[in-house]
T-cell receptor, first 113, second 118 residues
Framework: AQKITQTQPGMFVQEKEAVTLDCTYDTSDPSYGLFWYKQPSSGEMIFLIY??????QNATEGRYSLNFQKARKSANLVISASQLGDSAMYFCAMREGYDDMRFGAGTRLTVKP | GAVVSQHPSRVICKSGTSVKIECRSLDFQATTMFWYRQFPKQSLMLMAT?????????EQGVEKDKFLINHASLTLSTLTVTSAHPEDSSFYIC??????????????FGAGTRLSVL
């Protein structure tokens, strides 16, 4: 069964506006971690933000914030003040316990000037 | 963030040859490293988990004799694609898990290796 779901294959946002990329997950493990990575056309995977299942507050890293709704099992990424350089593939991932990490299908974000 | 170096970034080889890809964690020690494969316009697929000093754990459907993994030190894991064939052409990307105290076990990735087998 798919454990990480990203329902938006592609998203467009105007430069300087905020955008939300959706991610839902499924797990019965009480201890898990949620991650977002950015993959530009060069191929490298860039770590953006992490949220632990026991963290009380939503994670933030600069212009990135993670909207963690535990009961709904969602971990949406919010990018504020979009920049042209934000155009890339974005992957949501989950790690259960100490296991390896599994990825969603990804969302391609295009920032329009 | 932490740095993971992957080399080479691109390799073109003839069918039947073997190709070695190196993955190094430059500023932290990694007991555990991971190797992924990514097809165009798709997500990352875990191939194997590499554990320092022990045998790698392969995902179902991944041929361990085809994709040899060695994790001889806490900063280096290698993936060797043996007797490569055109169907092995893909983007291979490694990852190292930072297990330091405040690191939250975050996985950092190399820049990937694009393998083309002629």
């Amino acid at each position: 069964a798919q454990k990480i779901t990203q329902t938006q294959p592609g998203m467009f946002v105007q430069e300087k506006e905020a955008v939300t990329l959706d991610c839902t997950y499924d797990t019965s493990d009480p201890s898990y971690g949620l991650f977002w990575y950015k993959q530009p056309s060069s191929g490298e995977m860039i770590f953006l933000i992490y949220q632990g299942s026991y963290d009380q507050q939503n994670a933030t890293e600069g212009r990135y914030s993670l909207n963690f709704q535990k009961a709904r099992k969602s971990a949406n990424l919010v990018i504020s003040a979009s920049q042209l350089g934000d155009s890339a593939m974005y992957f949501c991932a989950m790690r259960e316990g100490y296991d390896d990490m599994r990825f969603g299908a990804g969302t391609r974000l295009t920032v329009k000037p | 963030g932490a740095v993971v170096s992957q080399h080479p970034s691109r390799v073109i080889c003839k069918s039947g040859t073997s190709v070695k890809i190196e993955c190094r964690s430059l500023d932290f020690q990694a007991t555990t490293m991971f190797w992924y494969r990514q097809f165009p316009k798709q997500s990352l697929m875990l191939m194997a988990t590499s554990n320092e000093g022990s045998k790698a754990t392969y995902e179902q459907g991944v041929e361990k004799d085809k994709f040899l993994i060695n994790h001889a030190s806490l900063t280096l894991s290698t993936l060797t694609v043996t007797s490569a064939h055109p169907e092995d052409s893909s983007f291979y990307i490694c990852s190292a898990r930072d297990e330091g105290r405040a690191a939250k076990n975050i996985q950092y990735f190399g820049a990937g290796t694009r393998l083309s087998v002629l």
